[in-house]
């Protein structure tokens, strides 16, 4: 009787066997003398719904990387732990009346489950979540860090408001500007609120980029978002009416628009000048019969979103009734206000040039402005459709005439007394959340500290530095970000966790405010300097914070739960373990999450509290996984596949493998069902091939030479196939590999000794055993029932064996080149002509045609000839 392959129970067993000793043959050493290697997740928010085909992808590349790893002996750290706070948890505590806390280990419990079941050898010792108080009081104290070095201030920020929720919902919320819940426009709110610095860390968060083997789009997308930009400031004087009688003289007034400018070699095609519809001059320089106009205009757009204002298709515009004088010729012309000009960057102020920049054109030609070319690739006068915005030769430009457009900048520059300038796109990151379920801010708020602090007007640099001193102020000392928010106090660090209080629910606001705001015996305290009443802040931070630091947080591992934060900080380990060797997750975190991560770690690097300069060496973005209908996966498309039900039919290993096999890890792909039950049935040959000839036993009693000696070149070429294929995470082509030589091995096994069988059959199981942990770890354990394939060492290749016998073919189809393929010396003609007519990439020119004649040069052409 042959036993079936039994997926289901095989699985439990090993995954119970795997659990022993709190998962002690996953854990990493802290100090072991083996070379580390840290392989982390990006870690997920732990849902009611559970994992998801997308999380299985990128979980199962770094499991199989970590156990092929492991058995080339490494020290691997591969942890796991929960990005838990944050608004899906928030609303479905409040839907259902229940504390976010008991959702988030429901969730948790449900989503832990998944990748135990699915075989994943993380390290559990390490878990934690970012919820838990024992993690997030180390949130407070970095956050508490930055306030102290003044990096911390309030800024007016804009929050998304839904006016029919009464809430503010973040970014992700929104759907095309609309609330995802109930489908109303939303509002832009100002809003006070906590901003971190990041500005001031644009520089070396753009420089450093070149440390990284990150993905070339990724960074990319980081030195967008950062948007250095390199050109000058230079100031126009303005011109206003006299308010009371229009058209009469001219008043001079000692008013100036500063602008920035990548382009100043342009000035004197600078026809009008345009202010954002906030900038401040606005209400000073507009005419009493343009004031109605402006007035409309501006709230119109004011509570636009940014995206919206840049990406507007028809230009809009007012006149305010003033002029401005241009440096390099001394011309009146006029200023305009459009919401294609921004407040928050650089200035908020242009010098329009129509002639050579297409928005300035689009608006010169709707309001009739004039367009004035001062920049030709010829040296020539031309009747311009359309902006010219390529360097050239300088015309119309007075003393400049002539001069190469790269060579006048900075002379004209002096010229008109304009500045260099640097400008980021990248903003302070506003670091508050108006939300229950998220990090408490350790801050309180104290009258009577701000009226001494207030009283005291000490001047002190804003800029942040490493080595900032205290202030005192009669018997209380303060930090700088104390002086620098007056008021505002931290909390002592032996108060933290600041913990959230522990109601049974809570409700939301209609405020706008948090609803730690109406938790009153909470809000009250007193302040920790001058023991006066003060309140607590109620705002939250954001979801984030939590995930800026979390890969030292696995790194501290048990040093976490140290009760002294100095004791606790164990730079040693953190040495030991980071940076991180290898980083996979998506792609929708290749900027914010990493530019966080990124800024929070340069930050401890100036606080000596860590050694590298990067937290991440190597990044890989795992593709989308699309439904099977090639459309991203979504309940309303009924599309969505469920892992659990999948393992349930066919198993987890065969899971894994199937979503390996789908293409290349960063590549998007479609789900394809058909395909899993193809995989399946490779899992159960594989099976069959050690139990079925196992039970039969018909081995034969000496092996035939030939064969044995080409199914050990096939294996030492399989060997050397995965284990390249595997280091560079190529899984898929590493799969394809482990099939062929498993197709030799069934076809042959009964052809050699029961000896030699076991003897590549060992060797094949460990091959394998990334891939497929469960299935490999039975069948090593029945052919070897006194060893663990976990703790076996990865096969090595023979480079003899592996180098004389392969040739590369070149296969052409008519004389053209169609493929390639690379296959053994020692297959028979016949067999190397038909894998070649079987490549897909020559099967098609095949397809209906008769092949007239087969041109076969030995290693290396085949030529297919037919009719054309
Ligand atoms: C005159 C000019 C002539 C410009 C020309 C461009 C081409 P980046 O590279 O993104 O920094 N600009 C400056 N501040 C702006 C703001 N707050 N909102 C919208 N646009 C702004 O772009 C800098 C250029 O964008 C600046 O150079 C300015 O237009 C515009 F042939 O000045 B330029
Ligand atoms: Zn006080």
Redesign the pocket.
């Known amino acids: 009787m042959t036993k079936k392959y039994d997926f289901s129970r095989i699985e439990k067993k090993w995954q119970k066997i795997w659990s022993q000793n709190n998962f002690k043959l996953w854990q990493g050493t802290d100090f072991s003398k083996k070379k580390k290697h840290y392989v982390l997740d990006m870690f997920p928010y732990p849902s009611g719904e559970g994992l998801h085909v997308g999380h299985v992808e990128g979980y199962t590349a770094t499991d199989i990387y970590s156990r092929f790893l492991r058995l080339n002996n490494f020290n691997v750290l591969h942890p796991m732990g929960w990005d838990a706070f944050g608004l899906p948890t928030e609303n479905y505590a409040l839907k259902t009346k229940t504390h976010p806390e008991i959702i988030t280990k429901k969730s948790v419990k449900k989503f832990k489950s998944q990748m135990q079941s699915l075989g994943f050898s993380y390290d559990w010792t390490r878990e934690f979540s970012t919820t838990d108080p024992f993690y997030y009081k180390w949130t407070q104290w970095m956050f508490l860090k930055m306030f102290e070095k003044g990096l911390v201030f309030r800024q007016q920020a804009f929050i998304n408001w839904c006016p029919s929720c009464k809430t503010s919902l973040a970014e992700e919320d929104l759907e095309n500007g609309k609330c995802e819940r109930c489908g109303s426009e939303i509002e832009r709110k100002p809003l006070e609120q906590w901003s971190i610095k990041i500005t001031q860390y644009a520089e070396r968060l753009l420089n450093d980029l070149k440390y990284l083997n990150w993905p070339q789009n990724v960074v990319e997308m980081q030195k967008d978002w950062i948007g250095k930009s390199t050109g000058y400031e230079v100031k126009f004087k303005i011109i206003t009416p006299q308010q009371d009688s229009l058209n009469q003289n001219d008043k001079e007034t000692n008013l100036e628009v500063n602008v920035f400018t990548t382009r100043i070699d342009t000035i004197f095609g600078a026809t009008y000048l345009v202010l954002a519809p906030e900038h401040p001059l606005v209400s000073k320089i507009t005419a009493i019969s343009n004031k109605s106009k402006v007035e409309n205009y501006v709230n119109q757009v004011i509570n636009k979103p940014e995206l919206l204002r840049t990406k507007e298709k028809e230009i809009t515009g007012v006149f305010t009734g003033s002029f401005g004088v241009n440096p390099s010729n001394n011309e009146r012309i006029p200023i305009w206000i459009s919401e294609y000009v921004l407040m928050n960057y650089a200035t908020g102020a242009i010098m329009a040039v129509p002639a050579h920049d297409e928005r300035d054109f689009k608006f010169a030609k709707k309001f009739d402005l004039e367009i004035r070319e001062v920049i030709s690739p010829d040296g020539q006068n031309h009747n311009l459709e359309e902006p010219y915005i390529g360097e050239g030769i300088l015309i119309n430009s007075g003393p400049f005439d002539r001069l190469k457009s790269t060579i006048a900048k900075d002379k004209i520059a002096n010229f008109v007394g304009a500045n260099k300038k640097v400008n980021y796109k990248i903003k302070d990151w506003v670091f508050a959340r108006q939300r229950f379920w998220g990090e408490p801010i350790p801050l309180v708020f104290?009258p009577?500290?701000k009226q001494l602090i207030e009283n005291a007007n000490l001047k002190i640099d804003e800029k942040f530095s490493k080595n900032d001193v205290q202030y005192k102020i009669g018997k209380y000392t303060y930090s700088k970000g104390e002086i620098l928010n007056p008021g505002w106090?931290a909390l002592k660090i032996n108060k933290l966790p600041l913990t959230l209080p522990k109601v049974k629910y809570y409700k939301q606001t209609t405020t706008g405010k948090s609803p730690l705001a109406e938790i009153e015996n909470w809000v009250e305290t007193t302040?920790p300097?001058?023991s006066?009443p003060?309140i607590r802040e109620t705002d939250t931070m954001p979801q984030w914070a939590g995930s800026s630091w979390y890969y030292l947080g696995y790194a501290l591992g048990k040093n976490l739960k140290v009760k002294d934060f100095n004791k606790g900080w164990n730079k040693k380990v953190i040495d030991y373990w980071v940076p991180v060797d290898l980083y996979v997750g998506g792609v929708e975190h290749a900027t914010r999450h990493l530019i966080y991560a990124r800024f929070w770690h340069k930050f401890l690097y100036d606080l000596g509290l860590v050694s590298s300069l990067e937290p991440f060496e190597r990044l890989v973005n795992q593709g989308l996984i699309l439904g099977s209908d090639n459309e991203k996966m979504s309940k309303s498309k009924g599309n969505v596949i469920n892992p659990d039900e999948i393992i349930k039919q066919y198993g987890a290993d065969t899971l894994r493998i199937y979503e390996m096999f789908l293409g290349p890890l960063e590549a998007v792909k479609p789900w394809d069902t058909k395909s899993i039950i193809g995989v399946h049935r490779f899992l159960n040959r594989v099976w069959n091939l050690v139990i079925v000839n196992l039970t039969k036993n018909s081995f034969s009693k000496v092996s035939d030479k030939d064969i044995f000696k080409n199914l050990k070149i096939n294996l030492h070429k399989t060997i050397k196939k995965v284990t390249e294929d595997t280091n560079n995470l190529k899984f898929n082509t590493a799969i394809s590999a482990l099939m062929e030589l498993e197709n030799e091995l069934t076809i042959n096994a009964l052809k050699i000794s029961k000896k030699d069988f076991k003897e590549l059959m060992k060797a094949y199981l460990i091959l394998l055993y990334p891939f497929a942990p469960h299935i490999s770890s039975e069948l090593f354990q029945i052919l070897n029932p006194k060893k663990s394939i976990d703790n076996q060492v990865w096969p090595k290749f023979d480079a003899k064996l592996v180098k004389e016998t392969e040739a590369n073919y070149a296969i052409q189809v008519n004389g053209k080149l169609r493929a390639t393929l690379t296959i053994s010396k020692s297959l028979a003609q016949e067999k190397i002509i038909k894998k070649a007519q079987e490549l897909k990439e020559v099967k098609k020119w095949l397809e209906n045609k008769t092949i007239k004649k087969i041109i076969f040069i030995k290693d290396k052409i085949i030529n297919f000839v037919i009719n054309s």
Do not use: T, Y
Request: aromatic fraction near 0%; include cysteine; glycine fraction near 0%.
């Open positions: 104290c009577h500290c106090i302040c300097k001058c006066n003060a």
